[in-house]
Each structure stands twice: as C-alpha cells, then as structure tokens.
C-alpha cells in the first residue's frame, strides 16, 4: 500500500521542482527582456547618422559619430559654423542621446 501511494507523490514532487526551476531560470535570463547597451548605441549611431547625412543643409559635410552609453562623439568637417550648429542640435534631438561631444572642424575656406 506505501508503494502506490509513493509513486504519485514522487510525480507530483519531480513536476513541482521542474517547473520552479524552468521559472527561475527564465527571470535569471534577461536575453530578450532587455535591449543592451551597446544595440541601443549602435541604434543611436545609425539614427544620428541617417540625420546628418539626409539633411540638405549639411550637404557638404561629412561625418563619423561614435556612441557610448547614449554619449555620442561627432567628428568630420562641415563647411561653416552654421553647418557645425546645425549637425549639434540634430544629434541632440534623438530620443536617448544624453550628452554630445564635439570633435567636428569646420573647413578652411578654398
């Protein structure tokens, strides 16, 4: 009689373990929870560099930008220091960005 009693004790128990474990794992795992950092700045780049690159008024420029953490690092040349300002206040208007840097020259007259 304990033996067939001990067996649905024993599935039941195995099932119970299994599940808490499976359920733990997956609020130990954050792939897919949570963006990281390094995707979010790789967005911010390609965001801010789409930005710079289509606005007619920069035509003429031409830059690199560089993101850490949503610091972004603008560089290359523009022609004049409306082209230098205008670049600035784009890439600050991104959603996420916190801070810009500027490494941007402006050319020398020809």
């Known amino acids: 009689m304990?033996?067939?009693?001990?067996?649905?004790i024993i599935v039941v128990?195995?099932?119970?373990?299994?599940?808490?474990?499976?359920?733990a794992f997956a609020f130990d795992s954050p792939q897919g929870s949570t963006p990281?950092?390094?995707s979010l700045d790789v967005t911010l780049n390609e965001r801010i560099e789409?930005?710079?690159?289509?606005?007619?008024?920069?035509?003429?420029?031409?830059?690199?930008t560089q993101t850490r953490a949503g610091v972004v690092t603008l560089g290359g040349t523009v022609p004049d220091e409306q082209s230098l300002r205008r670049a600035l206040?784009?890439?600050s208007?991104?959603?996420?960005v916190r801070e810009i840097r500027?490494?941007?020259?402006?050319?020398?007259p020809k």
């Open 2 to 8: 304990m033996k067939r009693n001990l067996v649905p």
């Open 13 to 23: 128990a195995t099932s119970l373990f299994a599940g808490i474990g499976l359920t």
């Open 36 to 38: 990281t950092t390094d």
């Open 50 to 64: 789409t930005l710079l690159r289509t606005d007619i008024a920069l035509a003429g420029g031409q830059f690199r």
């Open 89 to 91: 206040d784009l890439a």
């Open 93 to 96: 208007s991104v959603k996420g």
């Open 102 to 108: 500027n490494g941007m020259v402006v050319e020398a």
